[in-house]
């Protein structure tokens, strides 16, 4: 009751100056008389004044920062949702696993070529270390894509998926003969 | 066995391990018992015994540890062969449920067999390889033709008698035949035995053949159907001088024995001997002595005199000598009969007809000694003498009459044959009625029909029934096609222009105004099109897929002949009238080889065959364009030919030629011009040949060669052990233009076995007769160029026939199998590993590596007369073998079928790397044989070669009968289907465009009416 009281004495105190407030008197001697009453031992209104003070101060950029963090860390958060739906769809080759998994592959390359685009409206010193988050949580989520193509045996990854490129031998002698003929 | 991680050694034993159980209830005898069986990295593993799985209710199959692998019931005839599989892998259950479902409520009990696991899973794989395309019925003809044969004429007769006549032949091939007098075509005909030639044959009521020996066959045949009447035999000994005649319903044998004469007699229907009688003929001693049956009369002449008796009553011998007929013979004269009635005496320079009367022989008429005579039968009394004249290529027929020797000028006639020309020899003749016919048989091997007088009816190249080499030959391009790559193709010399930019602006222009000339030619009609120069040459062009190729076939009449592959028409042939072919063994070959093909246009295609001069026994080699059919050269080599090569790189005028070497082991160049080529890819060229007798194989080099001379320098000798009783059954190398484009096979675990692809290798088969085991089949894989021993493996109690296939890196065999008494096929698949060795180039002599081998036996249900496998221009499509079976039937049997991989225990690897359980049996599935219900008789032979299509390849099957069909092994997945329905899907495109024009109109016309509201 105390602190929503002393809030409410602050921003009073921003208030323009032609503004009347009507309640401000009783509110102000309330204030005036709650300063008359001695406060309890430990109390220090100055530092509560101060923490409003600075909260105050960068409410929208928190809720800026706040933001990005929410798109920096959206990409790591998809993590767990991807891995159960990869152990969904399986590892048979059939339409909709194929979809799932070109889905997977495809998201987190389209978020990291319009990662500029993302963080545009983003402003603040923080803006390096998230978009280092958010590319981290999309190189994250490529690489269990990759891991799932893989295991699907999609990734050209066994000799036998370039064995079609394998030329023939070059051949160095050439033979001929048979049976004597009579 | 050693083993390293990434290979292993497998056994080298090839002791089939197939076996029956005796279980006769199923299907006569069925599989069971012990079964050699390999893990999924396929090395034998001791044996599954299974043949303790026969008990009541079901049939199980275990492996070493006892799991059950799967067990199968297969119920008897009593509930109609249905097959039920209870447990085994999943698929397995669920195809037997399939199974239980199609073919209703399953009876439990009956017989129970392991078989049915493994019918049960070939069925099921079956159905994804449905290899063989079928037919429909009106397909029949379309991609296949069949030209039947006969041979040579041996013995040829008219019937007159009954309803429709026809002239009835038995021939040099074992072949009883009717022919249609008017186009002569075969009406019927009667394929004996290979070695059963036929000796006699009389036309009575009935057609009456006499062959074999030593054991004989009387047969007679009904002669408007050829349907066998009734046959009896006899045991003879075998004599070049024994003679047969059938007489008043007997049939004589007359067989000379030392000093004496024997003549025996039989019931002619019955085959009741009715006695021999020994005539005393002192003059046979000394073997100088001929003899004849004119008739009944037995007729036998030596230097002096005429011995003659009848055959019924048995008399001695009558004698006039030949002084009485003004005749001095320096030698025994030779006998040949003339008809029924007369025979004709041939001197050196003459010939005398003479008719056999009650009162001995009687001269009426001479002629020259090359003359061929016949008389006609029934009483019209007319002899018909042909004379060979080579000098005009013309044939003189004339007559005479036998009563009184004279000749009938009304029956005389000339037959100008031209460049067909070859000596004839009259085999039967006709008179009713005053019109004559005769039958002429060729040297050639023709059959020819002469209407007398007149001209040759038809002709039928019987030479085609003795084919022994073909090619199958690309046609040239369109002559504007041709124009164009003359521009390009040729050599800059040739054309005496000046090369650089404004040479080839030159040559563009003249080359273009040259074709609008001959464009605007065409157009007005003031030329024919260039193409129609030879009659059939306007068709002779290379077509979008070359599929129309040209056949060239080498026979063993001398003579050569060019076949249209589509439709099997004889564009050219060639007679060869010097040549004769080389023998291997006993079987004669006449290497051909493709020295320049049609694709170089400015230059003539050019096809070469090898063989020996008929007279001197020396090499001859004949040069001929095989589009044409134009003899270019025939050169005497003036040595003997004993082994020959391709060079596999061409001159700058695209000539291959061949190295050829000699007895005396010199290395000759052929065309000798292609010398200098020869020398230059000589340090490359390596040959082997081998001395089958001795057992012996040499390889030689021609690295040693100086820049004036070919050298062979003998690098490696292979002696085969076994000392005498060693017999080599066959040699045989690769293809040496199949392409092989998969390099390794994919194993379940997607790692790759590179192919063990030396083209070097040559399969050799030696059959060893042995004291405790009768035969033993010995098979070596070497390497041609060093003369390394790659691979062997040996069979007991088995012996040839043997037929190989070797292509790829595979080989496959069939021989028979004393034990078992049955044809089996052995596989083998050669592997270099994981890794490869060397990924660039293949050399013999730095190689080392020594292949892992897989192999594997399989039963035939059948003997094999011949085995090929297809091949594609660029080897993507997959390989089937071509087999030609004794009952006419040509079956088309996939690879995958005798793949040595094939694991007895069907693991989840191997089926995801798509190979067949094993299963002992190979299937003989009728829609599998290619000429439906077309017989090929006695096939010697299957050519195969590329089409321009690599789904297809190109079958020419020869024999006695020639067949020619395309094959595709992956079915044709790069052609549309014949009834792919072009009309509906251009309609339907069609009609969606239409309906999108019109759809966007209708929108428009909305949108505006929209706006307006």
Redesign the interface.
């Given at each position: 009751m105390r602190e929503t009281a002393t809030s409410g004495a602050s921003k009073s105190q921003k208030k323009p100056r032609w503004a009347l407030d009507f309640g401000s008197t009783r509110f102000k001697s309330d204030n005036a008389c709650s300063v008359s009453l001695p406060s309890p031992p430990g109390y220090n209104p100055s530092a509560v004044q101060v923490h409003a003070e600075s909260s105050k101060e960068n409410d929208s950029s928190h809720l800026i920062i706040k933001k990005s963090w929410d798109l920096a860390l959206g990409p790591i958060k998809q993590v767990p949702m991807n891995l159960f739906l990869m152990y969904m769809a399986g590892n048979s080759i059939s339409i909709f696993p194929i979809m799932m998994v070109g889905m997977l592959i495809i998201r987190p390359f389209k978020s990291l070529f319009t990662m500029q685009q993302a963080f545009k409206v983003i402003e603040g010193n923080q803006v390096i270390g998230q978009k280092f988050v958010y590319l981290i949580g999309n190189i994250l989520n490529i690489a269990l894509a990759l891991y799932k193509c893989h295991s699907m045996g999609l990734l050209p990854t066994h000799s036998s998926d370039w064995l079609a490129f394998v030329e023939p031998q070059q051949r160095i002698e050439y033979l001929g003969g048979g049976i004597s003929f009579t | 066995m050693e083993s390293t991680p990434g290979q292993r050694q497998h056994q080298q034993s090839v002791q089939t391990r197939l076996f029956y159980r005796e279980n006769s209830q199923l299907y006569g005898s069925t599989a069971g018992a012990e079964i050699a069986t390999r893990n999924q990295h396929h090395n034998i593993i001791p044996a599954l015994k299974s043949s303790s799985i026969v008990g009541s209710g079901k049939s199980e199959l275990r492996d070493e540890s006892h799991r059950s692998i799967g067990f199968a019931v297969l119920c008897g005839p009593a509930c109609g062969s249905r097959i039920v599989v209870v447990g085994g892998p999943l698929i397995g259950l669920i195809a037997g449920m399939a199974l239980t479902v199609a073919s209703g409520p399953v009876s439990k009990s009956s017989d129970m067999c392991s078989k049915g696991y493994y019918i049960l899973w070939t069925l099921f794989f079956l159905q994804f390889f449905t290899c063989v395309s079928c037919l429909f019925e009106d397909q029949i003809g379309k991609f296949d033709w069949r030209q039947r044969y006969i041979g040579k004429i041996r013995f040829a007769a008219f019937d007159a008698v009954s309803g429709t006549r026809k002239i009835l032949v038995a021939t040099e091939q074992n072949v009883l035949a009717a022919l249609h007098p008017k186009s002569g075509n075969i009406l019927w005909q009667q394929v004996l035995e290979k070695d059963e030639s036929v000796q006699h044959m009389h036309v009575g009521k009935e057609l009456v053949s006499v062959s074999g020996g030593p054991r004989v066959h009387v047969r007679a045949w009904d002669k408007t159907n050829g349907l066998l009447a009734w046959e009896w035999s006899l045991s003879q000994q075998q004599s070049a001088r024994a003679r047969w005649a059938v007489d008043k319903g007997r049939l004589y044998h007359v067989v000379p024995l030392d000093g004496q004469l024997e003549v025996s007699a039989f019931s002619l229907e019955s085959g009741f001997d009715l006695g021999s009688r020994r005539l005393a003929a002192p003059w046979t001693a000394g073997g100088a002595y001929d003899c004849v049956l004119v008739g009944a009369t037995v007729v036998c002449v030596t230097q002096h005199s005429f011995y003659w008796t009848s055959l019924a009553d048995g008399g001695a011998f009558a004698e006039v000598p030949l002084a009485s007929f003004d005749l001095t013979p320096a030698a025994v004269p030779v006998l040949s009969g003339v008809g029924e009635l007369a025979f004709s005496l041939r001197l050196p320079g003459k010939q005398t007809v003479f008719l056999m009367g009650d009162k001995g022989p009687r001269a009426i008429h001479e002629a020259s000694a090359t003359a061929s005579l016949l008389a006609t039968p029934f009483d019209s009394n007319i002899m018909f003498k042909l004379e060979n004249k080579p000098d005009s290529s013309a044939l003189q027929v004339s007559a005479v009459s036998l009563n009184t020797g004279v000749e009938v000028d009304e029956y005389s006639s000339t037959l100008i044959l031209g460049s067909k020309f070859s000596p004839c020899t009259l085999t039967a003749a006709i008179c009713i009625k005053d019109e004559c016919a005769a039958v002429l048989s060729g040297d050639d091997h023709t059959i020819s029909f002469v209407n007398i007088p007149g001209q040759i009816t038809w002709t039928r190249e019987e030479a085609l029934a003795s084919i022994i080499s073909t090619e199958i030959i690309d046609l040239p391009v369109s002559d504007l096609d041709a124009a164009i790559e003359s521009e390009f193709g040729s050599k800059q010399e040739d054309l005496g222009v000046a090369t650089g930019i404004v040479g080839m602006v030159m040559r563009r222009l003249t080359s273009q105004v040259m074709q609008i000339k001959v464009l605007a030619q065409t157009v007005l009609g003031l030329v024919q099109p260039a193409s129609s120069s030879g009659p059939s040459r306007a068709s002779l062009i290379r077509d979008t897929f070359g599929l129309h190729k040209m056949i060239v076939a080498v026979t063993s009449a001398g003579k050569a002949f060019g076949i249209d592959n589509l439709r099997g028409e004889l564009i050219w042939q060639i007679q060869l009238p010097r040549f004769a072919p080389?023998?291997?063994?006993k079987s004669p070959?006449v290497?051909l080889y493709v020295l320049r093909t049609t694709s170089h246009v400015p230059f003539t295609p050019l096809c070469a065959i090898l063989g020996k001069d008929r007279l001197t026994g020396e090499g001859l080699a004949v040069a001929f364009e095989p589009i044409k059919g134009l003899v270019l050269s025939s050169d005497a080599l003036g040595y003997?030919?004993?082994?020959?090569?391709?060079l596999?790189h061409p001159d700058d005028e695209f000539l291959r030629g061949l190295?050829v070497l000699d007895d005396q082991l010199k290395v000759h160049a052929y065309p000798p011009e292609s010398k200098a080529n020869a020398i230059k890819?000589a340090a490359?060229?390596?040959?082997?040949?081998?001395?089958?007798a001795k057992g012996t194989f040499a390889g030689f080099s021609f690295a040693h060669s100086t820049k004036q001379d070919l050298v062979a320098t003998k690098v490696w000798e292979l002696q085969l052990p076994d000392g005498p009783d060693r017999e080599?059954v066959a040699?045989v190398?690769k293809n040496?233009t199949e392409?092989?484009?998969?390099?390794?096979r994919?194993?379940a675990?997607?790692?790759?076995m590179y192919k063990y692809?030396n083209?070097?290798l040559?399969a050799i088969i030696s059959q060893v007769s042995d004291s405790s085991h009768k035969y033993i089949l010995n098979m070596y894989l070497v390497d041609?160029?060093s003369g390394a021993v790659v691979h062997s493996a040996t069979h007991k109690r088995a012996r040839a026939p043997v037929n190989v296939v070797h292509s790829e890196n595979w080989l496959v065999y069939s021989y028979f199998n004393e034990k078992m008494r049955r044809t089996e096929l052995a596989s083998f698949e050669l592997y270099e590993g994981?890794s490869r060795s060397?990924?660039?180039?293949?050399?013999?002599?730095s190689n080392s590596v020594r292949p892992l081998v897989e192999q594997q036996a399989y039963i035939f249900p059948s003997t094999v007369d011949t085995m090929k496998e297809t091949i594609t221009e660029k080897g993507i499509t997959s390989k089937h073998l071509i087999m030609a079976l004794p009952n006419g039937n040509i079956l088309e049997l996939p690879w995958m079928f005798v793949d040595p991989r094939r694991p007895t225990v069907q693991t989840g690897e191997m089926r995801d790397e798509g190979v067949i359980p094993y299963t002992p049996e190979l299937p003989i599935p009728p829609d599998a044989i290619i000429n439906y219900n077309q017989t090929v008789n006695r096939v010697r032979g299957i050519h195969t070669a590329p089409s321009g299509l690599e789904s297809t390849c190109l079958v020419l099957v020869y024999g006695l009968d020639l067949f020619y069909i395309r094959v595709a092994p992956s079915k044709a997945f790069d052609l549309l289907k014949d009834d792919f329905d072009h009309f509906l899907i251009a309609a339907v495109l069609l009609g969606l465009v239409i309906a999108s024009y019109v759809t966007k109109k209708l929108a428009a016309r909305k949108a505006r009416n929209q706006a307006w509201k």
């Open positions: - | 080389l023998h291997v063994g070959v290497p003997k030919v004993q082994q020959v090569m391709q596999p190295v890819q490359s060229l390596y040959m082997f040949t081998t001395w089958p080599v040699v190398g040496p392409r092989v484009n998969s390099q390794g994919v194993l675990d997607r790692s790759v692809i083209p070097n040559i041609g160029v994981k060397n990924t660039t180039a293949f050399s013999s002599k």
